[in-house]
């Protein structure tokens, strides 16, 4: 089945109240992002989709596909199953190797054997695009750590996988290069729903829902102008990145000696290098 948008129609909130959104749309291809507190109900959001709930969750929300009701079965039949989700948390229980894995998934996907080596090699590549941890097909996955795992995953979802409709929360915490992976998986015309408290994702989304005591209260549009502060703050995630790496390699780093923001720089003293 080809999904090209995704519907949600509003319920209520903690209090019972009816969300003053009543119905938000989405298309493939389209970044948006969940925003709110802590508990504001953003998980349960979510959660709402990956069920297809039909007002029968907590929320009273109703999910449509192609603005009609989802087949039953997409419910119930793992194989009709069209959303994948990246939670928080994430680690491998299967004994076996990382390309062994990735190989069962393809042909479960009923992907051409003459083409497996291809599958895996591209998907390992694509995972350390995302991750600082290089990532080998020799490896077992139970070793993996929880960015590795979290990269893999992104990256098998973007090849291997067919899900159309991707729910990824809290992305900023997994250890990877978030941008990297958003990029990536909306550039594969997924559908793509992030729950964030990160400013770049947050602004990287063409709307952003805000989220309030279990309920929608609000969608902004992402603006020119937050579009423009969102590439400086792209810059600053990188410098941030950048030292990250320096440090997760035993080097020293003793001050940022030159920063300047407006011109996307950033002069470390250690070496004198310039990061743009």
Not at 197 to 205: E, F, G, K, R, S
Not at 213 to 227: A, P
Not at 239 to 246: F, N
């Amino acid at each position: 089945m080809i999904i090209t948008e995704l519907t949600i129609i509003g319920g209520v909130n903690k209090d019972g109240v009816a969300e003053p959104v009543s119905e938000i749309s989405v298309k493939n291809g389209e970044i948006i992002s969940i925003v709110g507190p802590t508990g504001s109900g953003k998980s349960t959001f979510i959660a709402d989709i990956e069920q297809l709930a039909q007002n029968d969750t907590p929320s009273g929300r109703r999910i449509l596909i192609n603005h009609a009701t989802p087949d039953p079965g997409m419910r119930r039949d793992p194989r009709m199953k069209c959303i994948a989700q990246l939670s928080q948390n994430m680690h491998f229980l299967a004994d076996m190797e990382v390309g062994e894995f990735l190989r069962m998934h393809a042909k479960s996907r009923g992907r051409n054997s003459e083409t497996l080596d291809y599958i895996v090699e591209r998907t390992i590549e694509l995972a350390n695009r995302l991750t600082g941890e290089p990532i080998c097909a020799d490896e077992p996955l139970t070793i993996l750590s929880g960015g590795q795992s979290r990269a893999l995953m992104t990256a098998d979802i973007a090849v291997i996988s067919d899900s159309p409709i991707v729910l990824i929360d809290e992305i900023e915490n997994a250890g990877i290069r978030k941008q990297e992976a958003l990029k990536l998986l909306a550039g594969e015309g997924k559908l793509v729903v992030v729950v964030t408290h990160d400013p770049v994702l947050a602004l990287m989304a063409k709307r952003r829902i805000v989220m309030q005591n279990g309920g929608v209260v609000g969608i902004i549009e992402t603006t020119k102008k937050e579009r423009s502060l969102c590439k400086s703050l792209v810059r600053m995630d990188n410098w941030m990145i950048a030292l990250r790496e320096t440090i997760r390699h035993g080097e020293l780093v003793e001050g940022v000696r030159h920063f300047e923001p407006e011109h996307g720089r950033m002069e470390l003293e250690r070496t004198g290098a310039v990061f743009a």
